[in-house]
Nanobody, 123 residues
């Protein structure tokens, strides 16, 4: 198993933007499906977005409104999540995940997880 290290979280006002990054090491990055999930206090972990090894993307119910954009750079071995027009309800710990399946959508399909980065959106 490799390592996943998230960065880019922080405190932002409602309506602001953040870009999360996930640096991957110790794996053949381009062959993995990658994903972002989030977990708010008292809630279950939920899908934000995934991207297959082929570049196909899927967004979760609360992130499919065009505000979030997932992308990957297979040269830099890095996954990104661009978040725009942030809302207080986007406040959560955001986790990066990797799946050796190459195509994955659900949390149980992901093998490796990062430690998470906190995103707090103030109203």
């Amino acid at each position: 198993q490799g390592q996943l290290v998230e960065s880019g979280g922080g405190l932002v006002q409602a309506g602001g933007s953040l870009t999360l990054s996930c640096a991957a090491s110790g794996r053949t990055f381009e062959s993995y499906a990658m994903g972002w999930f989030r977990q708010a206090p008292g809630k279950e972990r939920e899908l934000v977005a995934t991207i297959t090894r082929y570049g196909a993307t899927k967004y979760g119910t609360d992130s499919a409104d065009g505000r979030f954009y997932i992308s990957r750079d297979n040269v830099k071995n890095t996954l990104y999540l661009q978040m725009n027009s942030l809302k207080p309800e986007d406040t959560a710990v955001y986790y990066c995940a990797a799946s050796s399946r190459g195509i994955a959508i659900r949390a149980y399909e992901f093998d490796d997880w990062g430690q998470g980065t906190q995103v707090t959106v103030s109203s």
